[in-house]
């Protein structure tokens, strides 16, 4: 199947600064990718829609300007969560979809971010 | 996209079938229903996914019911690597404005027992 790789899988931060992460389709190109936040006992919760070449869509209630998205290409998104808060900590999950064909999305393996 | 309806926990013995059913009664004509599951600090993984037909894997096989409002996803031989929180979601085709993303409940906990 597809393989997609998150980097880092594990972040400690302290409370003020930034966190990138980023998002490889490795064996496939993507046209879209999709980024998921989840809290501990709880489901995935989608954050924003990137596409290639374009600015992402963010879901309700998702501040933009706080969790910077990039997508420069098709096999790398990448997601900035800024001035981060411990209220931020959460298991950041990334998912791609193929460039044709198939709507099927394959997740990656997940940043644990902890922001003290 | 038409909600789902799942369990919210389920036990199986080891070497058994898992049967996992899932209720759409809302589903559209164009929606797939797509099956994903999470083992415990991974990301979901993909399992199967129909529109009408049943479909087999080398992971599972998905039964749709004629009216498709509903369906089970069955783990032929489960072992204590299946157990994980799955989920079963419908989705129409991306070609519709908004239509890719997917929209996770809170899916069924399965528990394979030795």
């Known amino acids: 199947g597809a393989v997609v790789s998150q980097h880092p899988s594990r972040v400690i931060c302290k409370s003020g600064t930034s966190v990138k992460i980023e998002c490889r389709s490795l064996d496939f190109q993507a046209t879209t990718m999709f980024w998921y936040r989840q809290f501990p006992k709880q489901s995935l919760m989608l954050m924003a829609t990137s596409n290639e070449g374009s600015k992402a869509t963010y879901e309700q209630g998702v501040e933009k300007d706080k969790f910077l998205i990039n997508h420069a290409s098709l096999t790398l998104s990448t997601l900035t969560v800024t001035s981060a808060h411990p209220e931020d900590s959460s298991f950041y999950i990334c998912s791609a979809k193929f460039q044709v064909g198939t709507d099927t999305q394959y997740f990656g393996p997940g940043t644990r971010l902890t922001v003290l | 996209d038409a909600k789902t309806t799942q369990p919210p926990s389920m036990d199986c013995a080891e070497g058994r079938a898992a049967n996992l059913p899932c209720n759409h009664s809302t589903i559209s004509g164009n929606e797939y229903v797509y099956w994903y599951r999470q083992i415990h600090s991974q990301g979901p993984q993909y399992i199967i996914h129909?529109?009408?037909n049943n479909e087999t894997n080398e992971m599972a096989s998905l039964i749709i019911t004629e009216d498709r409002k509903s369906s089970t996803l069955i783990l032929p031989h489960a072992t204590l690597r299946d157990t994980a929180v799955y989920y079963c979601i419908v989705r129409a085709p991306g070609v519709i404005q908004g239509a890719q993303k997917l929209v996770f409940g809170q899916g069924t906990r399965l528990t394979i027992n030795p």
């Open positions: 129909g529109l009408k």
